[in-house]
């Protein structure tokens, strides 16, 4: 069966007044995630091995693999972007007592916490990710990936959060403040109550 493009979990609008607008939402999951989508089902019809794999098996099986770039570009950014719609809400930046607590044991506190992220995201050269995961230690670690890289593939633990850091997430909004973005997004779009739920999930 084909992949699709999952529909988002809040209206269009609904991300507006904390700092992402519609236009953006409309570009970046109508056109950029459904772009992937299509990119990827075209990889799987022409290439058997691929058939009957779940999105996790593809992102993996094609990950570090050369001739297989492509496939896992596209795997990888659809994996991503699912995500990154549930990471934000529209009552989004608070943080429930559960993850703040282990935040505040893993990293000192939540300010710390979000410098951390902030300066991953600012730190990706070019087009990638930041993430907040759940390290194989039992750890939070923040870590950053480039284009369509993720956690899943690297290894690096159980993906809690995650930011696109790619421009066209926040050029709309921000033009080209990337740190302004991503200081906005921890403070109002993120989803702690979602990670919380990842958290508690293993
Ligand atoms: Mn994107």
Redesign the pocket.
């Known amino acids: 069966m084909a992949f699709e493009l999952p529909p988002l979990p809040y209206s269009k609008s609904a991300l507006a007044p904390n700092g992402m607008c519609e236009e953006t939402l409309d570009l970046?999951h109508g056109k950029?995630?459904q772009a992937y989508v299509t990119a990827l089902n075209g990889f799987v019809e022409k290439d058997p091995n691929l058939q009957g794999k779940s999105l996790e098996e593809i992102v993996q099986l094609s990950h570090g693999k050369p001739d297989m770039a492509p496939v896992f570009n596209n795997a990888g950014?659809h994996w991503n972007?699912i995500l990154?719609w549930q990471a934000m809400s529209p009552n989004g930046g608070k943080l429930p007592g559960t993850l703040e607590k282990k935040i505040t044991e893993d990293f000192g506190g939540t300010q710390q916490f979000k410098d951390a992220f902030k300066a991953a995201g600012v730190g990706q050269f070019g087009s990638g990710w930041a993430w907040l995961v759940l390290a194989p230690d039992g750890k939070l670690k923040i870590t950053k990936t480039p284009n369509g890289s993720n956690p899943l593939a690297t290894g690096e633990g159980r993906a809690l959060l995650g930011v696109?850091v790619?421009e066209?997430?926040y050029y709309l909004d921000f033009r080209n403040r990337r740190p302004d973005y991503l200081q906005n997004w921890l403070d109002k779009l993120a989803n702690y109550e979602w990670a919380e739920q990842q958290l508690n999930a293993g």
Do not use: G
Request: proline letters at 0%.
């Open positions: 970046h950029h995630h950014q972007h990154f696109d790619w066209h997430s």
